[in-house]
C-alpha cells in the first residue's frame, strides 16, 4: 500500500515561520492588559473621567 502525502506538518510549520511574530506579540500585549486591568480597584474607577462619563450613558 503507498502512503499518502501529508501536507499538514508542511502547512503548520511554514505558517509557525510566518505568524509566530504576531501570536507572541498578541500574547504578550494581552498579557499586560490582563495584569493592568485586575490591578484596577472601586476607587479608581470612582477617580477615573472615563468610567464617570461611560457610566452615565448605561444608566447605572
Same mark, same amino acid.
Given at each position: #500500500?503507498?502512503?499518502?502525502?501529508? +501536507?499538514? +506538518?508542511?502547512?503548520?510549520?511554514?505558517?509557525?515561520?510566518?505568524?509566530? +511574530?504576531?501570536?507572541?506579540?498578541?500574547?504578550? $500585549?494581552? $498579557?499586560?492588559? $490582563?495584569? #493592568?486591568?485586575?490591578?484596577? $480597584?472601586?476607587?479608581?474607577?470612582?477617580?477615573?473621567?472615563?468610567?464617570?462619563?461611560?457610566?452615565?450613558?448605561?444608566?447605572?
Amino acid at each position: #500500500m503507498v502512503r499518502l502525502f501529508d +501536507p499538514w +506538518p508542511v502547512f503548520f510549520k511554514r505558517e509557525w515561520n510566518r505568524n509566530w +511574530p504576531f501570536l507572541v506579540g498578541f500574547a504578550v $500585549t494581552g $498579557t499586560i492588559i $490582563t495584569k #493592568m486591568s485586575l490591578g484596577l $480597584t472601586e476607587e479608581d474607577a470612582k477617580n477615573s473621567k472615563f468610567v464617570q462619563r461611560h457610566k452615565r450613558r448605561l444608566g447605572d
